[in-house]
Structure formats: C-alpha cells, structure tokens
T-cell receptor, first 117, second 115 residues
Framework: AQTVTQSQPEMSVQEAETVTLSCTYD???????LFWYKQPPSRQMILVIR??????QNATENRFSVNFQKAAKSFSLKISDSQLGDAAMYFC??????????????FGAGTILRVKS | GAGVSQSPRYKVAKRGQDVALRCDPI?????LFWYQQALGQGPEFLTY????????KSGLPSDRFFAERPEGSVSTLKIQRTQQEDSAVYLC?????????????FGPGTRLTVL
C-alpha cells in the first residue's frame, strides 16, 4: 500500500519570503501522480500543483513550484513571495496511475502554514 | 459553472441515530469519491463510483456505512447507528473522466458531530 508522510506539522513564513514544505512517499509503482492541495479554514480543498512521475521536469504554477526527487521518493513544495492568503493547511497526495487502484487519492497528515505580516 | 456541493454543511447527531449526507457533483462528471477527514488529519478514502457503479468501497470503515449513486449523478453517504468515532468532515469529490489523470474537484464537506 502507498503511504504519504508530511513530517512538518506546522510551518511559519514571513510575508514575501519563501517557504518549503516537505513530503515523502512510499510506493513500489513507477507510474503515478503527486499533488499538493491547499485547504483553508473554509474546508474547500483546492489543487495547488500536480506532478506526473514520468516527467523529469519539476512542475511550476506561478509562485508555487515542486522539487520532485523520484529516486528519493521526495516531493517538496516551494512557495515564493508568500502572501497572507497562502495561510492554510497543505496536503501532499499520491494517486496511482494503475486503474486497479481506482484513482483514489492517498493523503499525508498535512502541514499548517502560517504567514506573518 | 457550479462546483461540487454538499449538504448539509453541518450535522449534529445523537449516538445511535442514522444520518444521510448528500453530494451533488459537477454536472457531467463520471467519477465520484467520498473521503473522511478526522480533525487535524488528512482525508482518507471511503468509496468510489464510476457513474452509478460503486467500483471501490474498500475504505468504508464498517457495514454501518453505505453509499449510493443510483442515477450516476447525486450521491448519498448513509451512516447507520452513528458512533462518536464517526465524528469527522466528510468530503465529496468528482472528476470528469475515469482516468487517473483527471483532476478531482472537492466540495466544502459536511462536518458530522456525534454526541
């Protein structure tokens, strides 16, 4: 079974600074997808960024980028120029590309990100 | 267009009561997922539908949990004889296709409190 581990329960960053959230995962598969989701207090889960395992290039979405290390099974999220609106719970998630696993997401425990003004 | 909606947003039940949680996916979305999120934890998979077919129910914690999607659109998660450990946020998500490539869009969740 696949597992996702987020070892940082809570992180703080000063507004306009950069912060990196860590994520590691365990799988025996070679083809899969990795995600970072943001969950503000409103509870609406929002997709931040996605990475396909077969792509070597790290995904980037505006101020958000990932460092995907497939051999190390590591998938960290970097947030540049942090804004107050970035404050939320962030979840790392894994999804198998094998239809046998039914497309379900496997989530980590989450990291609370606090942004200081 | 409208996103995934869930109702009610909050539900308080006395232990032993039955509850029904509703999910309205994005129109035309084939796949529908239910997740359970305990306080301070990440969501955990409960069950998955492709149209009206329940293809995976491996995450349902007990036979008190039952989900259906009879016409391939709206889904209902029913919990019978609720227990305190059922207290959690129940999230619904839908995706356009059946491929693992398709993005899952989440609803706001239903917070269930069992007293």
């Amino acid at each position: 079974a696949q597992t996702v581990t987020q070892s940082q329960p809570e992180m703080s960053v000063q507004e306009a600074e950069t912060v990196t959230l860590s994520c590691t995962y365990d799988t025996s598969e070679s083809d899969y997808y990795l995600f970072w989701y943001k969950q503000p207090p409103s509870r609406q889960m929002i997709l931040v960024i996605r990475q396909e395992a077969y792509k070597q290039q790290n995904a980037t979405e505006n101020r958000f980028s990932v460092n995907f290390q497939k051999a190390a099974k590591s998938f960290s999220l970097k947030i540049s120029d942090s804004q107050l609106g970035d404050a939320a719970m962030y979840f790392c998630a894994y999804r198998s590309a094998d239809p046998e696993y039914g497309n379900k997401l496997v989530f980590g425990a989450g990291t609370i990100l606090r942004v200081k003004s | 267009g409208a996103g995934v909606s869930q109702s009610p947003r909050y539900k308080v039940a006395k232990r032993g009561q039955d509850v029904a949680l509703r999910c309205d996916p994005i129109s035309g979305h084939v796949s529908l997922f239910w997740y359970q999120q305990a306080l301070g934890q990440g969501p955990e998979f409960l069950t998955y539908f492709q149209n009206e077919a329940q293809l995976d129910k491996s995450g349902l914690p007990s036979d008190r949990f039952f989900a259906e999607r009879p016409e391939g659109s709206v889904s209902t998660l029913k919990i019978q004889r609720t227990q305190q450990e059922d207290s959690a946020v129940y999230l619904c998500a839908s995706s356009l296709g059946a491929s693992s490539y398709n993005e899952q869009f989440f609803g706001p969740g239903t917070r269930l409190t069992v007293l």
